[in-house]
């Protein structure tokens, strides 16, 4: 069993700075690739930032210059620094842990970012 929980999620001015985290709990390895997907209200969820195990990254386009992820793999979790926050970046941030050879793929319950002045 794998517990995703994320923190950080919260109410910010435009311009203005997050920190989301995400710890890993259960049976899972630092093998994992682990990232961030959003879902925003009325669209599907997409995509934020993924590092492998390695350090090997991918952004969306839409987060490239000011999202950055991280991840500690002793402690088998990931953090997403968002900086310069725009109102369309409001959503629901979800942890991933995924091992794509295993076929196993792990959901948190997802933070709020909400972006507003």
């Known amino acids: 069993q794998v517990q995703l929980v994320e923190s950080g999620g919260g109410l910010v001015q435009p311009g203005g700075s997050l920190r989301l985290s995400c710890a890993a709990f259960?049976?899972?390895?630092?093998?994992?690739?682990m990232g961030w997907y959003r879902q925003a209200p009325g669209s599907q969820r997409e995509l934020v930032a993924t590092?492998?195990?390695?350090?090997?990254?991918n952004y969306a386009n839409s987060v490239k210059g000011r999202y950055t992820i991280s991840r500690d793999n002793a402690k088998i979790a990931v953090f997403l620094q968002m900086n310069s926050l725009k109102p369309e970046d409001t959503a629901v941030y979800y942890c991933?842990?995924?091992?794509?050879?295993?076929?196993?793929?792990?959901w948190g319950k997802g933070t709020l970012v909400t972006v507003s002045s």
């Open positions: 991933n842990a995924q091992r794509a050879l295993l076929n196993l793929d792990y």
């Open positions: 259960g049976s899972i390895s630092n093998f994992y690739t």
């Open positions: 590092m492998t195990n390695t350090g090997a990254t």
